[in-house]
């Protein structure tokens, strides 16, 4: 019994972190492997380029994961349902932090088509991830969830409202 409290306090912690990650990395291989495949795809873009957008994905990241963890500490996640900081514009703010910062500015690092195919690959994968997570918050948060599902997008900000949680 004690497992399964401990597995879910996991769980609750670092939700599909862990699998998307190994997902993402796994995508990330497949690219470099396309990348090898297609010596064309290179962009034509300075190092200096290149060297602001990985400094803007990083400290994005950085900003939007540090301002998500001090508007929602890590031994409430699952607790209670964040409306506030970050939380307001999107439903997982830690996950994109990830997903429309880092990955973006990752992949004009590298300098290949493959790898920014890659980054735009990773929003779809993790929409259909995230979807357990979001069944579990319904299940928990009722109504309340719903709402605020209906106001703000899993990843990027909504721009219209909506009633469905699919964005």
Known sequence: MADKKKQSAVQRLFGVGPYGSALSVGLLFVAVLLARETPGGWMPISQMTKTVALNVGVVGAFLLVWWSVK??????????????????????????????????????????WAFVAWALS????????????????????????????????????????SSGTDK
């Open 122 to 161: 990773l929003h779809p994968l993790w929409h259909w991830l995230i979807r357990k997570e979001e069944r579990e918050m319904e299940l928990q948060f009722g109504k309340a969830w719903r709402d605020y599902a209906s106001q703000t997008g899993r990843f990027l900000p909504r721009l219209i409202s």
């Open 71 to 112: 508007t929602l500490k890590p031994k409430e996640r699952g607790q209670r349902l964040c409306n506030e900081g970050p939380f307001r514009y999107v439903r997982h703010p830690l996950y994109a932090s990830f997903l429309s910062w880092f990955d973006f500015g990752f992949a004009i690092y590298l300098g290949h």
